[in-house]
């Protein structure tokens, strides 16, 4: 019986002494950490609905100073502006959509020199259906699909939008980007992009006209002392018609 117990108790101590030493074995070291960037989005030739949203956005040269000119610099009679703003589910107007449009136009009623009055003669403010189940970064824009569930299609805007912009100077806060979804949605639903008297780049002439930290539209209003809701599509019209105003009176600094 005695003999019995030496053996299980040899038993145990060797079974500890094993994974005592097991535990001493060093460990393989774990691989190192990549971070693989994204591929740039590639603009195609036909549209891929199921493509992945775009990540980065894209970068557009500055405007020289002679294209930063806007509408309120120039002499002689003033165009009706349209402030324009868009929120979208990524950057690649190709494969991304429009997820809520603003568009203000101003007409002026009074032009006495260097000072003009303005007043509003027409706004379009919707959220849209993009007619896909992406939303994109609802973190930055707070726009969900239940929002724009049971919003109209870009292609019922068309005639109403396309109003709003004929003939009209097109302001905004880098406008390009706006005019590039604008267009994309235009051709998408198979209706004629209108013709605009011209585009006038906040963002463009902000960077000509003042020394800031950085020249974000948020950054610009707090400036100027523009009241401002950043990524509301409207906030930002309202905003870049603001800035315009302000920027057309400001001199370089």
């Not at 896909?132 to 299609?153: C, F, M, S, W």
């Not at 020249?215 to 309202?238: F, G, M, R, V």
Request: hydrophobic share 40%; with cysteine.
């Amino acid at each position: 019986m005695e003999q019995a117990y030496v053996v299980v108790a040899l038993f145990v101590l060797a079974l500890a002494w094993l994974i005592w030493r097991a535990a001493r074995q060093p460990s393989a070291p774990p691989p190192p950490f990549s971070k693989v960037r994204p591929p740039a989005p590639v603009k195609p030739e036909g549209l891929d609905d199921s493509a992945e949203l775009d990540a980065t956005p894209p970068t557009y040269p500055r405007q020289s100073q002679e294209q930063a000119r806007g509408p309120l610099d120039t002499a002689g009679s003033l165009p009706e502006l349209v402030g324009v703003d868009v929120e979208t589910t990524g950057f690649d107007p190709a494969h991304a959509r429009i997820v809520q449009i603003a568009a203000i136009r101003l007409k002026v009623t009074a032009n006495q020199g260097a000072k003009a009055t303005f007043c509003e003669c027409g706004r379009l403010v919707t959220y849209v259906n993009p007619e896909r189940k992406r939303i994109g970064a609802t973190q930055i824009h707070h726009i969900t699909l239940h929002d724009v569930e049971n919003a109209p299609t870009f292609d019922a805007l068309t005639a109403q939008l396309g109003e709003l912009l004929q003939g009209a100077v097109v302001v905004g806060h880098n406008v390009d980007f706006d005019l590039r979804f604008f267009r994309a949605s235009f051709a998408r639903a198979g209706v004629e992009f209108p013709q605009i008297a011209g585009t006038y780049c906040t963002l463009h002439n902000a960077r000509a006209k003042l020394s800031l930290p950085d020249y974000k539209l948020a950054t610009c209003c707090q400036a100027l002392d523009i009241p401002y809701k950043p990524h509301e599509a409207e906030s930002d019209a309202e905003a870049a018609l603001f800035l315009c105003g302000k920027l057309s009176s400001t001199r370089r600094s």
